[in-house]
């Protein structure tokens, strides 16, 4: 059971039952301590609540519990956080996007008009770099940017 400790604006949590003692060494207190008695205190129990789902990109943060219908209830928010653009995705990773993007035929029909080193390039690399002259010949050509590159790779790595 989580509680905390609430003194008129100030509100400490998470909040341990063993404080209370600490904090009256002269007092005794049953091993189990009934919420009426620690409401004595100021220490209320604290009502879990499932945190939500997060996504890529997200990151969960519990917050300070609030009084909702007289009960101290757990809070969480979601925060959104910068995803790192990987450097390296594979081939298939490559593939798969282009294809889940609509891209992937344009593509082919691109590197059939290039030399034998390109395509050879294409059809055995096994790994792709952020950096690939290959990659970013293609993607100028398709007139991507900087950021659609970086959200490709990304949206790739998950694949």
Do not use: C
Request: glycine share 4%.
């Amino acid at each position: 059971m989580a509680y905390l400790k609430a003194h008129g604006d100030e509100i400490n949590y998470p909040f341990s039952t063993a404080v209370i003692r600490k904090e009256n060494p002269n007092v005794s207190f049953p091993r189990e301590m009934p919420d009426e008695l620690l409401a004595e205190y100021n220490v209320f129990p604290v009502v879990n609540v499932e945190p939500p789902q997060i996504g890529p990109g997200q990151a969960l943060r519990e917050e300070t519990p609030e009084l909702i219908d007289g009960k101290w209830t757990q809070k969480w928010a979601v925060d959104e956080v910068p995803i790192p653009v990987p450097q390296i995705i594979s081939a298939r990773q490559v593939r798969l996007i282009l294809l889940q993007q609509g891209r992937l035929e344009t593509v082919k029909a691109m590197i059939e008009q290039q030399e034998e080193a390109v395509r050879i390039e294409w059809e055995y690399a096994t790994e792709f770099r952020r950096d690939n002259p290959l990659l970013t010949g293609l993607a100028a050509n398709l007139g991507l940017t900087d950021e659609q590159i970086d959200e490709f790779f990304i949206a790739a790595a998950q694949l």
